[in-house]
């Protein structure tokens, strides 16, 4: 992978960290994941939700 795309790819993650991070709040990804491995748990195969991505998630370059 070049240079570029590599710094293209991590400066996108920093964006979306920080969006998720709004519209979630701090610790969301611990809690996302304690969620999927109660649901391992349980039996339960989590899906990804159908819903429209809220407006402030949609992020304009």
Excluded at 25 to 33: A, F, R
């Amino acid at each position: 992978m070049s240079g570029p795309a590599r710094n293209g790819i991590s400066g996108y993650n920093k964006v979306m960290a920080r969006a998720l991070a709004g519209i979630n709040g701090p610790g969301w990804e611990q809690k996302l994941l304690e969620t999927i491995e109660q649901l391992n748990e349980g039996g339960v195969t989590p899906v990804l939700s159908t819903a429209p991505i809220p407006a402030a998630a949609r992020l304009c370059w």
